[in-house]
């Protein structure tokens, strides 16, 4: 999912869907979520904001809490066997995460994630 600040929605749209405060780490994704179901989003090639990565939904001790709320949101939203595959695998990296937070210090959890992302040609997020 995108950043939510280089996002522009309409008042109107988010006046109707109001972020879901029952959603404590995902309420932006499902917000998201809705509205490209409504209307297919206009990508547009230039930067509208630079921000630091980072928040709730990526620390590694809360990653396996995020995947809980987006396998919720994703049944409240109908969707099935069809994003079974990813729900899995992002389940699956949710609960390493979670592990490695637990059993080794952080910065060293965060070294070893950070390996990972480049090693599948991502920006490293930490170190």
């Known amino acids: 999912m995108p950043q939510h600040q280089g996002i522009f929605e309409r008042r109107s749209f988010l006046a109707a869907h109001p972020f879901d405060v029952g959603y404590r780490i995902v309420a932006d994704y499902k917000s998201f979520t809705q509205a490209i179901a409504l209307h297919p989003p206009l990508y547009i090639d230039c930067v509208i904001s630079k921000v630091f990565v980072g ?5 590694p001790r809360q990653s396996l809490a995020a995947a809980r709320e987006i ?6 939203l109908g969707r099935g066997l069809d994003h079974l595959p990813h729900q899995l695998f992002f389940g699956l990296k949710s609960v390493v995460k979670t592990l490695l937070s637990i059993v080794l ?6 070294q070893i994630i950070d390996a990972y992302r480049r ?5 490293k997020m930490w170190t």
């Not at 090693?119 to 920006?123: I, L």
């Open 55 to 59: 928040g709730v939904s990526t620390l």
């Open 119 to 123: 090693s599948t040609k991502r920006r």
């Open 105 to 110: 210090p952080m910065r060293r959890a965060m």
């Open 71 to 76: 396998l919720k949101l994703n049944q409240e």
